[in-house]
């Protein structure tokens, strides 16, 4: 019966919260408003998703790309089959400790219906499989072209769009029907993506992980590589940059009607929420992004994306200050604040919106 709900390792699920406003930069709060019955499986989908995405980041730990492979391969069926695993000393900081401490995360996982379960094993195991393919290209110069970007944003996100309508359906607070609806689960994915990999130009680059594909960025580096718009040696040089990037966010602007066509979808305030504010800020983002070359020297920040104002007083060409820090990007990131996040996305009223 729905109503006999499984219970949680309370000190486990405790974990569980902490570790996600720590390790999440934008979707603590919109997860932790979801109702409860499909609160703790998004959570939880999140931390594993999280847990696999820093092995697939760590540049360091394995002592070889196949080491990395078998190690991505095997997640599914070690981290989320034996209630023991852990990795030591991959990752940093909190997402380290999440790899650390993930028998707390097994336990919680562990008392999920078996449905979630198998969607979160089924999900996790075909991103893993994804990134593997990707971890033997070199990716110093970005993807070959824009399937081969395309490809790469369905597995590290479309994916978990798919992932997250059959949890939605399940819960019975969405149609069952939106399970199936894979093309436009995937294009809300794949926004989110491709505007990640448009902001992060600068920090992927010098990790030597760039995902711009290069059938875009040849056309306006003048023979030169993907480094050539970090350090602009001419005025011309200069605007070519600002082209390539107008062209990215353009090749991302064509996802938002399938994204609006999903949200619109959606009957369950909570969950409209939980998918229509990332999609917000993600726009908010672009906008800033546009024509702004603040993106090849650090990181455009979003933090005030969702105000109304942001759009008013900047103009979308050339006119953006102080929205990036010259400090390196990946420090540069800021932590997000602790405590009560989903109290600032209450809705005024009690009546539950229409979605759309
Ligand atoms: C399960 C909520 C709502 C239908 C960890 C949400 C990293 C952009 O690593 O943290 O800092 O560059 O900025 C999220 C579709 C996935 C796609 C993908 C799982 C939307 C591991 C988000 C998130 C589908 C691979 C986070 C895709 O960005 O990245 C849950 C519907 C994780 C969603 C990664 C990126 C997510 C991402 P980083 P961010
Ligand atoms: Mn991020
Ligand atoms: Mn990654
Ligand atoms: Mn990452
Ligand atoms: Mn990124
Ligand atoms: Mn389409």
């Known amino acids: 019966s729905p109503l006999i709900r499984e219970t949680f390792n309370p000190l486990d699920l405790k974990f569980c919260d902490d570790i996600l406003c720590k390790v999440s930069r934008s979707f603590a709060a919109v997860i932790r ?4 019955q499909l609160l703790v499986d998004v959570l939880i989908f ?34 989320l089959v034996d209630p023991t695993w852990t990795m030591m000393g991959c990752g940093e900081g909190d997402e380290r400790r999440l790899l650390e401490e993930f028998p707390k995360c097994h336990s919680v996982y562990a008392a999920l219906p078996e449905g979630s379960r198998r969607v979160i094993s089924d999900i996790t195991l075909r991103m893993a499989t994804g990134m593997a393919e990707f971890v033997d290209k070199d990716l110093g110069q970005g993807t070959v072209d824009v399937a081969q970007y395309n490809r790469y944003c369905h597995f590290v996100a479309g994916l ?11 819960s019975e607070l969405e149609r069952s029907a939106l399970a199936g609806e894979l093309h436009l689960s995937d294009q809300m994915g794949l926004f989110l993506q491709k505007t990640n990999i448009i902001r992060d130009y600068l920090e992927d680059y010098v990790d030597g992980r760039a995902f711009w594909p290069q059938s875009i960025w040849k056309k306006y580096s003048a023979g030169g590589d993907l480094g050539y718009f970090a350090n602009p040696a001419t005025e011309e040089a200069k605007k070519a940059g600002l082209c390539c990037l107008n062209d990215l966010v353009t090749d991302a602007l064509e996802l938002a009607p399938d994204c609006l066509a999903y949200l619109s979808k959606l009957r369950c305030a909570e969950v409209f929420r939980f998918c229509a504010i990332p999609q917000v800020m993600a726009i ?30 900047q103009s979308t060409c050339g006119g953006c200050t102080g929205s990036s820090t010259g400090s390196p990007p990946a420090s540069s990131r800021g932590r997000r604040r602790r405590g009560g996040p989903a109290s600032t996305i209450r809705p005024t009223t009690g009546q539950p919106e229409r979605a759309a």
């Open 284 to 313: 908010a983002t672009l906008d800033r992004c546009y024509h702004n070359a603040d993106v090849f020297t650090g990181v455009v920040k979003y933090g005030r994306a969702c105000r109304a104002s942001s759009s008013t007083t």
């Open 160 to 170: 978990v769009g798919e992932g997250l309508s059959r949890l939605f359906a399940s």
């Open 33 to 36: 408003q979801l109702p409860s």
């Open 46 to 79: 999140y931390l594993v998703l999280r847990a696999l995405d820093t092995i697939e980041d760590d540049m360091t730990y394995f002592p070889s790309n196949e080491e990395k492979v078998k190690s991505l391969l095997a997640f599914h069926k070690t981290a």
